[in-house]
T-cell receptor, first 113, second 114 residues
Framework: EAGVTQFPSHSVIEKGQTVTLRCDPISGHDNLYWYRRVMGKEIKFLLHFVKESKQDESGMPNNRFLAERTGGTYSTLKVQPAELEDSGVYFC???????????FGSGTRLTVV | KNQVEQSPQSLIILEGKNCTLQCNYTVSPFSNLRWYKQDTGRGPVSLTIMTFSENTKSNGRYTATLDADTKQSSLHITASQLSDSASYIC?????????????FGSGTQLTVLP
């Protein structure tokens, strides 16, 4: 069974540019979560999809971040325009509805210069 | 505010030795507590998951304990191996309505030396 796949694994962009991160969850996992870890801090929740619907987006830092999950399969997280403080590692996780277990992807390391 | 505090921040031990990592939390309402291992450049991988009623759970050389009264957990690693070098993250899950959120600790960076 394929795990949670994220790409790119690394992205270096200039301040003001746009970047789109992608997450492919495990097939059949209706729950999809985005998290991020900025330098020296703990991993923090960004948002939660159930299928294509945003269940909870209380962790999204501001309106420069836009997440979508059209069709309830893969998800994208767009940052536009990127700022220096957006640098960090963005993790995606997925799970079955009602399950305790989450499977994390390897993350996308975003560097804004 | 929901918080998860881990100690120590970093730990260096010799191969074959045992170690214990600590986790204190103030998350409410509590659903479960997880320990994850995160290798460099990889995503967190679950080691154990414990609910309110469980006070110990083992996974090979890893044994986690949970005291829900004092809101403390520990992860004990027995007979450490070089491959145990990683960040160990304590994560507490709260169940709020239909949403589940995880509160992460900052992790303990473990280095096992030959």
């Amino acid at each position: 069974e394929a795990g949670v796949t994220q790409f790119p694994s690394h992205s270096v962009i200039e301040k003001g540019q746009t970047v789109t991160l992608r997450c492919d969850p495990i097939s059949g996992h209706d729950n999809l979560y985005w998290y991020r870890r900025v330098m020296g801090k703990e991993i923090k929740f960004l948002l939660h999809f159930v299928k294509e619907s945003k269940q909870d987006e209380s962790g999204m830092p501001n309106n420069r971040f836009l997440a979508e999950r059209t069709g309830g399969t893969y998800s994208t997280l767009k940052v536009q325009p990127a700022e220096l403080e957006d640098s960090g590692v963005y993790f995606c996780a997925s799970s079955l509805i009602g399950a305790y277990g989450y499977t994390f992807g390897s993350g996308t390391r975003l560097t804004v210069v | 505010k929901n918080q998860v505090e881990q100690s120590p921040q970093s730990l260096i031990i010799l191969e074959g030795k045992n170690c214990t990592l600590q986790c204190n939390y103030t998350v409410s309402p509590f659903s479960n507590l997880r320990w994850y291992k995160q290798d460099t450049g990889r995503g967190p991988v679950s080691l154990t998951i414990m609910t309110f009623s469980e006070n110990t759970k083992s996974n090979g050389r890893y044994t986690a304990t949970l005291d829900a009264d004092t809101k403390q957990s520990s992860l004990h690693i027995t007979a450490s191996q070089l491959s145990d070098s990683a960040s160990y993250i304590c994560v507490v899950s709260t169940s709020s309505g239909s949403a589940r959120q995880l509160t992460f600790g900052s992790g303990t960076q473990l280095t096992v030396l030959p």
